[in-house]
T-cell receptor, first 113, second 110 residues
Framework: SQTIHQWPATLVQPVGSPLSLECTVE??????LYWYRQAAGRGLQLLFY??????ISSEVPQNLSASRPQDRQFILSSKKLLLSDSGFYLC????????????FGQGTRLTVV | GQQLNQSPQSMFIQEGEDVSMNCTSS?????WLWYKQDPGEGPVLLIA?????ELTSNGRLTAQFGITRKDSFLNISASIPSDVGIYFC??????????FGTGTRLTVIP
């Protein structure tokens, strides 16, 4: 069966520090991968999605970047965090092609101080 | 990025009551999904809809894919305390991206 792992679960980082959140999927190959951000009490905002290694689509301009160095690995990064980067970050995957349901990781609570 | 309009934003209901929430979009979608999110966790899929007009049930939950392909609704019958949480709709168009509604926060009063 397929599983998705996301870490760390919580993170407190100072303003200006770098960020690296990692997501891996097991039990499938060539998945579509997604990063979402959820502000407190709000909906999910799509940040990036990837349909293959090295292929990244960005939905909103921002202080973040994403990379997919391996088929089942998706990384969310920042060189210098801003206070506004605080939020709940969720990784998700769907089979490729992606006209099916998406499955989510447990999320990372990022607080920038 | 696109966001779907979901209503109501929040609901306070008595245990045993039925619940209805809906989602609309300005774009046509090929897939509608409904998720539930508990605090501090990722959303969990409840129901997936793939065809316009499709009506699907999962226990006490029923969801429909609107004929226009621009809307969907979710009903919960005979609510119980564990139904508490945030419910999200999500839609997928022709591309590989998946957009979410703004969420409906459900509170069930015992």
């Amino acid at each position: 069966s397929q599983t998705i792992h996301q870490w760390p679960a919580t993170l407190v980082q100072p303003v200006g520090s770098p960020l690296s959140l990692e997501c891996t999927v097991e039990g499938t190959s060539n998945p579509n991968l997604y990063w979402y951000r959820q502000a407190a009490g709000r909906g999910l905002q799509l940040l990036f999605y990837s349909v293959g290694i090295g292929q990244i689509s960005s939905e909103v301009p921002q202080n973040l970047s994403a990379s997919r160095p391996q088929d089942r690995q998706f990384i969310l990064s920042s060189k210098k965090l801003l206070l506004s980067d605080s939020g709940f970050y969720l990784c998700a995957w769907t089979p490729h092609p992606g006209n099916t349901e998406a499955f989510f990781g447990q999320g990372t609570r990022l607080t920038v101080v | 990025g696109q966001q779907l309009n979901q209503s109501p934003q929040s609901m306070f209901i008595q245990e045993g009551e039925d619940v209805s929430m809906n989602c609309t979009s300005s774009s046509i979608f090929n897939t509608w999904l409904w998720y539930k999110q508990d605090p501090g966790e990722g959303p969990v899929l409840l129901i997936a809809l793939y065809k316009a007009g499709e009506l699907t049930s999962n226990g006490r939950l029923t969801a429909q894919f609107g004929i226009t392909r621009k809307d969907s609704f979710l009903n919960i019958s005979a609510s119980i305390p564990s139904d508490v949480g945030i419910y999200f709709c999500a839609g997928r168009g022709g591309a590989n991206n998946l957009f979410f509604g703004t969420g409906t926060r459900l509170t069930v009063i015992p």
